[in-house]
């Protein structure tokens, strides 16, 4: 019958550790011998040496045959996205509901819009930027100063009545409310083919009465062709996206209207709704007395 094993005690189990780190026999550093401890730890040193410079390498190879200026593949979206302000977005489309005579209700939108103009302040957009040829496009082929290129001036004054210059209010509490409506950027993207592209809002659900009178800013709604085309932040780092505010003057009291705007223009409208998240933005109103 086997014997059961010894148990050994703490001061001996702490004896074989001090055994393993240090064994003076055979003058060993735990288990290897202090010359296996160099050969091992050059061959780690050269291992991770070699790793890092290839990984350098091929990282220099890789940032060697990109253009910093332009990406090397932008083919996945042709049309730019559109967005509007204030964003105030419900689970699917954007959805405005507020109650005219309840100021609380309303305040958040204007301050959003508020704020969403500041980079558009006339000092602002002066000091960065120029004016430039309307009616064509802005094309560079060649840097200017600090390596860059110039942005064309695009003030808040320019959106008229939707300005917040005039009423800070942006007509909410009157039930004409104002909406500002930004293409995203696309580098070298050239809308409408030589004319200016342009929004047109549209009554999807409710009268079509509620487009009477509706006012869009700067005139007619058109992105004028000198914003394009956009060269990218390192090319242009003061740009400022073009604008288009549209203002609804006779929206119908306490019921939901569904709208949608859309950029119209060459290259870039189409019908096919399977398109329309590219240029179109719908969204819900429901103004309260």
């Known amino acids: 019958m086997a014997t059961l094993k010894e148990k050994r005690t703490c001061g001996q189990r702490c004896e074989d550790f001090g055994h ?85 209700s309303w305040t958040k939108m204007a301050e959003i819009l508020k704020e969403f103009l500041k980079p558009y302040n006339e000092t602002v957009q002066y000091h960065q930027s120029k004016q430039c040829e309307k009616g064509k496009y802005n094309k560079q082929d060649t840097f200017g100063p600090h390596h860059t290129k110039t942005s064309c001036v695009f003030t808040q004054e320019m959106l008229g009545n939707c300005s917040g210059i005039s009423d800070p209010t942006f007509g909410y509490p009157d039930g004409k409310p104002c909406f500002i409506i930004k293409m995203n950027r696309i580098i070298n993207f050239l ?70 705007c859309r950029v119209v223009g060459k290259g870039i409208s189409s019908q096919h709704c399977s398109q329309c998240y590219h240029f179109a933005i719908t969204f819900h109103f429901f103004p309260r007395k």
């Open 20 to 104: 393993f780190i240090w064994n003076s026999e055979n003058k060993t550093f735990m288990g290897r011998t202090p010359l296996r401890w160099v050969y091992i730890s050059l061959y780690y040193v050269a291992f991770y040496i070699v790793m890092t410079a290839l990984f350098s390498l091929a990282i220099y190879v890789m940032m060697s045959t990109m253009n910093p200026y332009t990406p090397t593949y932008q083919d996945r979206l042709k049309s730019p996205g559109v967005m509007i302000w204030p964003d105030v977005y419900g689970d699917e489309d954007l959805e405005i509901y507020y109650n005219m005579s309840d100021k609380s």
């Open 191 to 260: 809308p409408g083919e030589g004319v200016a592209p342009y929004v047109n809002c549209t009554v999807l659900e409710g009268s079509p009465s509620n487009l009477d009178g509706v006012e869009y800013f700067p005139t007619n709604g058109t992105f004028d062709l000198s914003y394009f085309p956009y060269y990218g932040k390192l090319a242009q780092p003061h740009y400022s996206n073009p604008l288009i505010a549209v203002k609804f003057t006779s929206m119908e009291r306490n019921k939901v209207v569904k709208l949608e």
